[in-house]
């Protein structure tokens, strides 16, 4: 066991992550830890763009997209969370031009900006030009900058290191954080980190549906990690669904295919989205189009043998302009469906995509241990966070803009807050969780396996508690998730060597995946109400009397040992928009 | 082949259903093993599956794992060639197995999956990054200005001058070009294909004025000038870039310092 010292210890280096510790390393002593190496994290997959209000193409402000961002997220979001983010957008933006990002331009050399679903002209007259974009490669440019940026400022990183555990002690009765423990894949090795501050910039976990957009790495590690320490998650039952997965596979083709010009058609070729939507139709809200794509295909309108799908329609679009903006999605087109898309149209279905809800924190990045208490020392930002800027459904290019905005919020707001503590002492034998854990699942001679438990738990998700739901098959799935977390007590690696064991490594993984279906099957039974992703055929309506609340998840365990989870509410903080009925 | 081959032949279990007419295959992956904790040498494995044809390499390597060999390694993450990780040798070509359909390179005999040459097998699939990310690193891959006042707003860049180096913004860092070429091979001291793209990324961004510097550095004896234009890396790019254009660009700006 190793045990290294730093002021602040980063957990991801996706764009979060790096764009955190660009800040964080020229203020204090930073290690960046990612259990893959920075320039794979899945922040490269986005492709549509990343909104700001810069008003290059067309009128447009911070306020127009303040208030999209709260209509977008069903009125949950935090709203003065969200007035940062479209303010400081703009900035983000120019910040990244400056460190290089390779963005489109306008005919003056401008940065060019498009279409995006559910960002407005003058609160929701019209689709407005506010997602500024390089093709449909923007995440990857995004990625690739922000690791130039970290070499140029000398970043020290980590790389395919797996934090397990986050330790936490009390000081003076209060819960601080004082550091992380990680797994070394390459040899097995376990690493104590000690540091004054920790900020997790881990991603998401869509790897519990089946049909997602997400990579197979993206399990939940930094939710987890923190909720087995006590710590609460938030709104964990709203999920996000794409409209436009690949058919089966789940592969993203981004909103900015519809922002160009694309249509989505069922299989008598009409245009459905106009019946659903009628001023943004292609460009309402995710969640309001991958509804209306189940409703089609429920009501007997979808498209192929099985009427299991609809299409993308890109075949009106000059071919010239698919090359020029969506190179890659036609690409992937062509690769995974031999589809030429020029000519046809594309099969696609709604894919899982983004957890709006996560590690709860304030603005400035600090994670809470209830509704208000601070934990001192502990940070997230981007996906693994909870601010909450997304409320129940995040806005098409709003999440390139978080990782930006709040990776650096929490990057400076964790470096000056270790440079004015000490370290904290760990606590006694800080690898004890994880040295366990892992021998225990190297050790064990069970006759269960990660593949046969991970395969019923995403078939499970993606019937039970995907873009439609009832009590009944919430039910269902909190019952058939019980069932599995028995049997992952009895998970064994045919693996059991110390180098590079990715065999031990998917199980530890699958656990984590197991603990945040539950929560957020427990906190979707809870919601009785539908409101953006999460949606209940038994409560179809938004009720604001009732759950005009952020959902606050606990692990609790008994005296006996046993685990349960408790649920809590937080208010939503409200400024200048009262709710109003949601249209496009 | 110079090492044995372990035949563990082992039928994968039925097909999926849901798929109207059976499109499966019987299909023999031969992948290339080594784990030094267990013997210094590496040995072929053959691993027998029935698969869907249009699936990806990298669902074959996945059903071994899950379903036959947990022990099986190599790296992956998001599955359709955006995150580079799973560049590996298919049928002596690199490709990226996320990217690569089985029904495309010939499944009716055995497949052979390699790790990646030129850098060291860690084990199975995976090889040591660091040396590739270190001539990464060496020529500078980051914007560099020499304004005094930063703009207010953005610089301006005209979309001809965004185009000039459109083509190197898409590499992904895979290394499949820079483990293609004899040359790295021969000697890994050469900052290979992948390198020279990053700097050419920034040569030929109007915005950048450490194009000299760059060029400085390629011209090293290990630099462009071994480049012996086989065109390996630019048939190995899984993002379509034209690496030895890119090359031969490089190499034209350090004869006329003009960029």
């Known amino acids: 066991m190793k045990i290294h010292k730093y002021d602040t210890v980063i957990v991801g280096a996706g764009g979060a992550g790096m764009r955190a510790a660009i800040e964080s390393t020229k203020r204090s002593r930073t290690a960046v830890l990612t259990k893959l190496y920075p320039t794979r994290s899945h922040t490269g997959a986005a492709q549509g763009g990343m909104a700001a209000a810069l008003a290059n193409v067309e009128e447009d402000n911070w306020e127009w997209h303040t208030f999209d961002t709260v209509k977008g997220g069903d009125y949950l979001v935090d709203q003065d969370a969200a007035e940062i983010l479209a303010k400081e957008a703009i900035d983000a933006v120019l910040d990244l031009e400056k460190m290089g990002l390779p963005f489109n331009r306008t005919p003056d050399g401008t940065i060019d900006q498009r279409r995006f679903g559910g960002h407005s002209r003058n609160h929701g007259e019209a689709p407005v030009r506010r997602s500024c974009y390089a093709a449909d490669r923007t995440g990857h440019m995004i990625l690739q900058t922000l690791y130039q940026n970290c070499v140029k400022e000398g970043v020290e990183f980590f790389n395919e290191f797996y934090v397990l555990d986050q330790l936490l002690v009390e000081v003076d009765g209060v819960k601080t954080s004082a550091g992380v423990v990680a797994y070394e894949l390459a040899t097995g090795e376990i690493h104590i980190f000690q540091a004054k501050a920790v900020i997790y910039a881990s991603g998401g976990t869509g790897k519990f549906f089946k049909v997602t957009s997400n990579a197979h790495t993206l399990t939940g590690d930094g939710q987890a990690a923190v909720y087995r320490r006590g710590l609460p998650l938030e709104d964990m039952e709203f999920f996000q669904f794409h409209p436009t997965g690949i058919w089966r596979m789940g592969i993203l083709l981004t909103e900015g295919a519809r922002g160009e010009g694309g249509i989505l058609?069922?299989?008598?070729?009409?245009?459905?989205?106009?019946?659903?939507?009628?001023?943004?139709?292609?460009?309402?809200?995710?969640?309001?189009?991958?509804?209306?794509?189940?409703?089609?295909?429920?009501?007997?309108?979808?498209?192929?043998?099985?009427?299991?799908?609809?299409?993308?329609?890109?075949?009106?679009?000059?071919?010239?302009?698919?090359?020029?903006?969506?190179?890659?999605?036609?690409?992937?087109?062509?690769?995974?469906?031999?589809?030429?898309?020029?000519?046809?149209?594309?099969?696609?279905?709604?894919?899982?995509?983004?957890?709006?809800?996560?590690?709860?924190?304030?603005?400035?990045?600090?994670?809470?241990?209830?509704?208000?208490?601070?934990?001192?020392?502990?940070?997230?930002?981007?996906?693994?966070?909870?601010?909450?800027?997304?409320?129940?459904?995040?806005?098409?290019?709003?999440?390139?803009?978080?990782?930006?905005?709040?990776?650096?919020?929490?990057?400076?707001?964790?470096?000056?807050?270790?440079?004015?503590?000490?370290?904290?002492?760990?606590?006694?034998?800080?690898?004890?969780?994880?040295?366990?854990?892992?021998?225990?699942?190297?050790?064990?001679?069970?006759?269960?396996?990660?593949?046969?438990?991970?395969?019923?738990?995403?078939?499970?998700?993606?019937?039970?508690?995907?873009?439609?739901?009832?009590?009944?098959?919430?039910?269902?799935?909190?019952?058939?998730?019980?069932?599995?977390?028995?049997?992952?007590?009895?998970?064994?690696?045919?693996?059991?060597?110390?180098?590079?064991?990715?065999?031990?490594?998917?199980?530890?993984?699958?656990?984590?995946?197991?603990?945040?279906?539950?929560?957020?099957?427990?906190?979707?039974?809870?919601?009785?109400?539908?409101?953006?992703?999460?949606?209940?055929?038994?409560?179809?309506?938004?009720?604001?009397?009732?759950?005009?609340?952020?959902?606050?998840?606990?692990?609790?365990?008994?005296?006996?040992?046993?685990?349960?989870?408790?649920?809590?509410?937080?208010?939503?903080?409200?400024?200048?928009?009262?709710?109003?009925?949601?249209?496009? | 082949m110079a090492t044995p081959t372990l035949d563990k032949a082992d039928a994968a279990g039925t097909p999926e259903p849901g798929f109207a007419d059976s499109p499966y295959i019987t299909a023999t992956f031969r992948i290339r093993r080594f784990?030094?904790?267990?013997?210094?040498?590496?040995?072929?494995?053959?691993?027998?599956?029935?698969?869907?044809?249009?699936?990806?390499?990298?669902?074959?390597?996945?059903?071994?794992?899950?379903?036959?060999?947990?022990?099986?390694?190599?790296?992956?993450?998001?599955?359709?060639?955006?995150?580079?990780?799973?560049?590996?040798?298919?049928?002596?070509?690199?490709?990226?197995?996320?990217?690569?359909?089985?029904?495309?390179?010939?499944?009716?005999?055995?497949?052979?999956?390699?790790?990646?040459?030129?850098?060291?097998?860690?084990?199975?699939?995976?090889?040591?990054?660091?040396?590739?990310?270190?001539?990464?690193?060496?020529?500078?891959?980051?914007?560099?200005?020499?304004?005094?006042?930063?703009?207010?707003?953005?610089?301006?860049?005209?979309?001809?001058?965004?185009?000039?180096?459109?083509d190197t913004t898409k590499c992904i860092l895979c290394a499949a070009c820079t483990s293609s070429c004899p040359v790295f091979w021969n000697d890994g001291q050469y900052f290979g294909p992948a390198a020279i793209v990053n700097a050419h990324r920034f040569i030929f961004d109007s915005r950048d004025d450490a194009g000299e510097q760059r060029l400085e550095i390629l011209n090293d004896k290990d630099g462009v000038w071994r480049c012996r234009t086989t065109f390996n890396c630019t048939d190995a790019c899984p993002r379509g870039i034209e690496v030895t254009k890119a090359i031969q660009e490089v190499k034209r700006a350090l004869i006329t310092r003009r960029y």
């Open chain 1, 265 to 584: 058609r069922n299989k008598d070729g009409e245009r459905f989205m106009e019946k659903y939507a009628p001023v943004m139709k292609d460009l309402a809200s995710r969640d309001v189009v991958s509804r209306s794509i189940y409703t089609e295909i429920r009501e007997g309108r979808g498209c192929g043998p099985e009427g299991d799908h609809v299409y993308l329609d890109l075949t009106h679009l000059p071919p010239e302009q698919l090359d020029a903006k969506l190179p890659d999605i036609t690409e992937f087109a062509r690769t995974y469906l031999g589809i030429e898309p020029y000519t046809d149209p594309i099969p696609i279905q709604p894919t899982a995509h983004y957890a709006m809800g996560g590690i709860p924190t304030n603005v400035e990045g600090e994670v809470l241990a209830d509704n208000t208490t601070v934990v001192p020392g502990l940070y997230a930002a981007g996906e693994v966070a909870c601010v909450s800027v997304h409320g129940a459904n995040r806005l098409g290019t709003n999440s390139l803009l978080d990782i930006n905005v709040f990776g650096r919020r929490a990057g400076i707001a964790a470096a000056e807050y270790s440079a004015t503590v000490g370290h904290v002492d760990l606590p006694e034998d800080p690898a004890a969780l994880v040295v366990g854990q892992i021998e225990r699942l190297r050790a064990s001679t069970g006759n269960e396996r990660v593949a046969d438990i991970r395969r019923e738990l995403q078939e499970c998700m993606d019937a039970n508690v995907m873009v439609f739901r009832t009590e009944q098959t919430i039910k269902t799935a909190v019952e058939k998730i019980g069932e599995l977390r028995e049997r992952y007590l009895n998970v064994s690696v045919q693996d059991k060597g110390k180098r590079f064991n990715t065999d031990l490594l998917e199980a530890v993984e699958l656990g984590n995946l197991l603990d945040l279906a539950e929560v957020m099957a427990v906190s979707a039974l809870a919601r009785k109400e539908s409101r953006g992703g999460h949606y209940r055929e038994d409560y179809p309506n938004r009720d604001d009397v009732n759950f005009m609340r952020h959902t606050m998840a606990y692990r609790e365990v008994g005296d006996d040992g046993t685990e349960s989870i408790r649920l809590d509410y937080k208010p939503v903080v409200q400024t200048r928009y009262q709710p109003m009925e949601r249209k496009y």
């Open chain 2, 35 to 166: 784990n030094p904790e267990v013997s210094g040498e590496a040995v072929w494995e053959d691993f027998q599956l029935e698969i869907d044809p249009k699936e990806r390499v990298l669902d074959a390597l996945h059903k071994i794992k899950w379903d036959h060999d947990g022990s099986l390694t190599f790296r992956r993450s998001c599955a359709h060639g955006i995150c580079g990780s799973d560049a590996m040798r298919i049928n002596g070509k690199n490709r990226l197995a996320c990217k690569t359909l089985i029904k495309d390179i010939n499944p009716a005999k055995p497949i052979t999956v390699e790790p990646i040459k030129g850098l060291t097998v860690l084990k199975d699939l995976v090889v040591d990054m660091e040396p590739f990310f270190q001539a990464y690193r060496d020529v500078m891959p980051f914007l560099i200005t020499k304004e005094t006042n930063e703009p207010t707003r953005e610089r301006l860049q005209s979309a001809e001058d965004r185009e000039r180096f459109d």
